[in-house]
């Protein structure tokens, strides 16, 4: 018995046969053409209709905010699938990274689970929080801009602004073993009701739970957040924000914030873990800790006028004037030499609470020969302490001092250029530190007479502001503030 034909076969042997199948051959060959080609066209719809809104054809696109960098924003922002580091990013702590993920082939009306994991430790800080709305940049106050950038959450997406979409009520995490009593749930509460919202275009979001949360006390920890929904359309977009944490909920340890901002590598992590349809590769976005400046200051606890040192006779007369003190126990002050660290050298009772002008002296009635650095610092009666810039005096100094001290570029974000007029030849000490006083970058230059160049490097610095002092071996001392980017 003859194997039956399948249809494809059947009109290729019809179009391809030489035998005389009736007297009107080519008429009924164009007529089979004609059959083939619309079965053709059928068979490829079908199939392609049928593969797009499976399962198989079914993918997610997890994208991060690049807004640029504070001196050159980028607004509004561009959704991107790589990592951000401070040359494309800025974000300060309490703010919230926005994301987005963009699912196509979905089918319409079959609820998926979608899994998001973030790293709430990294390296022994706290990272992200929890999720939040996309839209979260406020306050922004950056050094040189201050207006956010605008987050369009369907740029890149191919829908079109007015596209419908609803929002969710995102949980409180838990704060079951956190070093700080409360937190972050408290922390999370104390957001306005629409900026604890997931928002999704053309779907239903069903609900929202914690699959697992990360260890609080871990060095290493995270958590997964899963998110029901339902498409009613074959490409749906999830937006949402990642709380960057902040040194203002969870504290210092030695002087040193408990969160990742600033810290070197990428501690914030973001990324899909799984979803109910099939197999997402791999989809983590990072962030770098340099992108992340510090929260912005509230009132500062102390309002210093004036820190100053000066020579009377044999003594080292040390003068300073606040505007205003919050909760300031005490000062410190500490002294060094050209040659040595600072050291402990006197303490002063503050005012506590002042808003009035208050005038401090204290002599040195032994300083030390040559060059006397003075370095002055507060502490609050909750152990917080900040730290001025150091201040100097010499004895006898009558000998022309460095001059034409210049930085550039100004802010900086990879090498700068030192320049500085010598008045002799000589050794030249360079000393970087933060704005706590903590020396950073310590280095020994031979100087020529007259103009003297050098380049430096900044890759290893965190993202902040710090004091530059120049002094030769006569004591002669100048200060310029750089910026890192």
């Known amino acids: 018995m003859k194997t039956p034909l399948s249809t494809s076969q059947y009109f290729a042997e019809r179009l391809t046969s030489k035998a005389p199948i009736y007297e009107c051959q080519p008429i009924n ?15 490829t719809l079908f199939s392609t209709q049928t593969y797009a809104s499976g399962p198989a054809a079914a993918a997610a696109n997890l994208s991060q905010a690049r807004n640029g960098t504070d001196t050159i924003p980028i607004n509004p922002v561009q959704w991107v699938n790589g990592n951000l580091g401070n040359s494309n990013a800025h974000y300060n702590e309490g703010m919230s990274s926005p994301y987005q993920c963009m699912m196509t082939g979905v089918k319409v009306g079959v609820q998926v689970t979608l899994t998001i994991g973030y790293d709430n430790k990294n390296s022994g800080k706290h990272a992200f ?58 922390s999370f509460n104390a957001l306005p009701a629409n900026e604890r919202l997931m928002t999704m275009y053309n779907g239903t979001i069903d609900s929202i739970y ?16 899963a998110i029901v929904f339902t498409p009613f359309n ?19 340890t030695s002087g040193v914030p408990n969160s990742a901002g600033g810290i070197s590598g990428s501690p914030f992590h973001m990324r899909l873990v799984a979803w109910s349809i099939n197999n997402l590769g791999s989809q983590d976005r990072s962030l770098s800790g340099y992108s992340v400046g510090p929260p ?28 205003s003190e919050i909760n300031n126990d005490y000062f410190t002050l500490e002294r060094a030499s050209e040659d040595s660290e600072f050291k402990f050298f006197a303490m002063v009772n503050g005012s506590g609470n002042s808003t009035t002008l ?15 650095y003075y370095r002055l610092s507060q502490t609050d009666y909750d152990g917080h302490k900040q730290v001025f810039p150091p201040v100097f005096v010499r004895n006898n100094d009558s000998k022309t001092p460095l001059a034409s001290v210049n930085v550039f570029p100004n802010p900086v974000s990879g090498d700068f250029t030192l320049t500085y007029i010598s008045p002799d030849e ?6 970087i530190t933060d704005t706590k006083g903590t020396q950073v970058g310590k280095e020994k230059l031979n100087s020529i ?14 993202r902040g502001i710090y004091f530059l002092s120049l002094s030769d071996t006569e004591g002669r001392v100048l200060i310029r503030e750089i910026i890192k980017q």
């Open 29 to 43: 060959k164009l007529v089979d053409l004609c059959l083939y080609a619309m079965w053709v066209l059928f068979f």
């Open 449 to 462: 007479q007259g103009i003297n160049v050098y380049k430096f490097r900044t890759d290893q610095l965190p």
């Open 210 to 225: 914690y699959v697992v949360q990360g260890n609080l006390m871990g060095a290493q920890s995270e958590t997964h957040v």
């Open 234 to 252: 074959s490409t749906a977009v999830l937006v949402w924000g990642g709380h960057l944490a902040s040194r203002n909920d969870w504290g210092y």
């Open 426 to 431: 000589g050794f030249t000490f360079l000393e």
């Open 296 to 323: 912005p200051s509230g009132p500062l606890p102390v309002e210093l006028i004036n820190f100053s040192a000066s020579m009377q006779s044999s003594l080292a007369l040390l003068e300073w004037s606040t505007s």
């Open 358 to 372: 208050k005038q401090y002296i204290l002599k040195d009635p032994n300083p030390l020969t040559g060059v006397n």
């Open 129 to 186: 929080d929890y999720l939040t709305h996309y839209n979260r940049m406020m306050p922004h106050n950056f050094m040189f801009h201050s207006t956010p950038e605008v987050i369009d959450p369907l740029a890149g997406t191919g829908l079109a602004t007015g596209t419908s979409f609803t929002t969710y009520p995102i949980p409180a995490p838990s704060s079951a073993g956190s070093p700080v009593s409360g937190y972050p749930t408290a």
